[in-house]
């Protein structure tokens, strides 16, 4: 089923007449290359409380994380990256942004985060960072991540609406078709909204010249390059996630040794493991999350994240 929201197309269904009906809607909107998927506001909170638990593992905790061989804090339900002063790194640095925008909706932010002379991480390293782990600006700043779950989802959903015209505009002309295809492929299939707000939250569009080990990239961009398949549903949810685990692969053997990334792998196949096929029942379906509670990484997750906006926890 295909329905009009905000001026935009949104492939919600996978059957055949959905994929011809938005295969008819794009022929007839040639210029339709950007922001032409909404992801609907009920299944955006199933998708921001998912993210919460990929990054954070559900706890509040880790809402301000900086990560061990890491340069840099992350933070939020995305982990936004936030660096120090005068370092540079080829990831994009997506906290600066977020602050931004959550300031743009009339959203509270702490005193201190307005009054720094350049908005840098305000701790140098990781031990300085955990040493201030407890203190009232930390505090503070965990509190501002707990109560804005919301628009942060909502800023990272927007990057997945506005990435499909970055990674057209960054890819050769010869690939931009099957980009192209393949983005709304997974975009039609269950859960396809996940799996590409996931991602791209994850690494990224891969359209940053800077975000390159080799000269090869690790985004959504290259992802759905290396995806060759037809027609939505499971197979194009199978194809991405086994695609992903492939260009992840590459990043490691490309990765310089001394950053070690071999060892972030198993946790990056877990967290692909959770865009597969076989996690479409437990993602469509209710119920309350209880933490602790056995259950896939898909599953049971609304009512965790309105405890969390609501301040209940």
Known sequence: ???????????????LAAVAALALALMLLPSCDSACVTVP???????????????????????????????FASLG????????EGKEYPFHESFPSLFEFIKSKGAPVPEWMNGLASFDLPWGSRREFYDDFDSPRMVSLRKFMLDTIALQSLFIAERMENSLPMMLESAPA????????????????????????DYVNFKGEGTSPRERYNGQGWGLLQVLDNMKGDGAGPAALREFAQSAEAVLERRVRNSPPERNEKKFLPGWKNRIKTYGPENIESYTGSGVYEPGAPESAAGRVPGIYRKLVCGLM
């Not at 339900?77 to 120090?84: C, E, K, Q």
């Open 1 to 15: 089923m295909i329905k009009l929201l905000s001026g935009r197309f949104i492939c919600l269904g996978y059957s």
């Open 174 to 197: 010869g690939s931009r078709d099957n980009i192209r295809k393949q983005f709304y492929r997974v975009s039609g299939s269950p859960m396809g909204f996940y799996v590409l707000v």
């Open 77 to 84: 339900i995305g982990h936004f990256l936030w660096y120090p």
């Open 41 to 71: 506001p009920g299944e955006l909170e199933k998708i921001g409380s998912l993210i919460f638990r990929n990054e954070c593992g559900g706890k509040t905790e880790n809402l301000t994380a900086w990560n061990e061989g890491e340069e």
